[in-house]
T-cell receptor
Framework: RKEVEQDPGPFNVPEGATVAFNCTYS??????FFWYRQDCRKEPKLLMS???SGNEDGRFTAQLNRASQYISLLIRDSKLSDSATYLC????????????FGSGTKLNVKP | DAGITQSPRHKVTETGTPVTLRCHQT?????MYWYRQDPGHGLRLIHY???????DKGEVSDGYSVSRSKTEDFLLTLESATSSQTSVYFC???????????FGQGTRLTVV
């Protein structure tokens, strides 16, 4: 069983739409949670960390549900530039700080 | 910018040859990681390091070895490259006192 699972998509949405992604994680001991963005043929870049109380950064809102072991990302007012693959990432917070990645959800924002 | 440089950025090599990829960081980070990324699999951990000479295996370590003789360099070696090791390889670090990972620009390796 994969540590982190995501719907691969693609999600095809028009500009201005609101879109939400979820991911689930298998290890209840996971301590830290993140969303990364990856553009085609580029390295993953941190989009935002996900906190238990939920957090917002402009048009992006992240939520964590520890009881159900899932993480969500909401993007409001989608822009063409939001087109990318979004990776869900967890860290067990153990001594070695290993990160586990979902396979990513592809978002296409169309004019 | 976490000061991570990967080299080479692109490489084509023949089956059976040894290949070494280098990850260099300039900010004295303790934790370093090597991942490979393949379609449908996402990023998978090959090896990681938690200090000089302290390394351990990740989930897909077969056919790979690593060395970390200096804080700033984490080397990944394919002892005898196979076509199944054609992939994009990313190095990452975790910052001191932080929880996030930051990535190098990646190395595209093709084994023919």
């Amino acid at each position: 069983r994969k540590e982190v699972e995501q719907d691969p998509g693609p999600f095809n949405v028009p500009e201005g739409a609101t879109v939400a992604f979820n991911c689930t994680y298998s290890n209840s001991a996971s301590q830290s949670f993140f969303w990364y963005r990856q553009d085609c043929r580029k390295e993953p870049k941190l989009l935002m960390s996900v906190y238990s109380s939920g957090n917002e950064d402009g048009r992006f809102t992240a939520q964590l549900n520890r009881a159900s072991q899932y993480i969500s990302l909401l993007i409001r007012d989608s822009k063409l530039s939001d087109s990318a693959t979004y990776l869900c990432v967890v860290n067990l917070g153990d001594n070695f700080n290993k990160f586990y990645f979902g396979s990513g959800t592809k978002l296409n924002v169309k004019p | 910018d976490a000061g991570i440089t990967q080299s080479p950025r692109h490489k084509v090599t023949e089956t059976g040859t040894p290949v070494t990829l280098r990850c260099h960081q300039t900010e004295n980070h303790r934790y370093m990681y090597w991942y490979r990324q393949d379609p449908g699999h996402g990023l998978r951990l090959i090896h990681y390091s938690y200090g000089v000479k302290d390394t351990d295996k990740g989930e897909v370590s077969d056919g790979y070895s690593v060395s970390r003789s200096k804080t700033e360099d984490f080397l990944l070696t394919l002892e005898s490259a196979t076509s199944s090791q054609t992939s994009v390889y990313f190095c990452a670090i975790r910052t001191q006192g932080g929880t996030e990972a930051f990535f190098g620009q990646g190395t595209r390796l093709t084994v023919v």
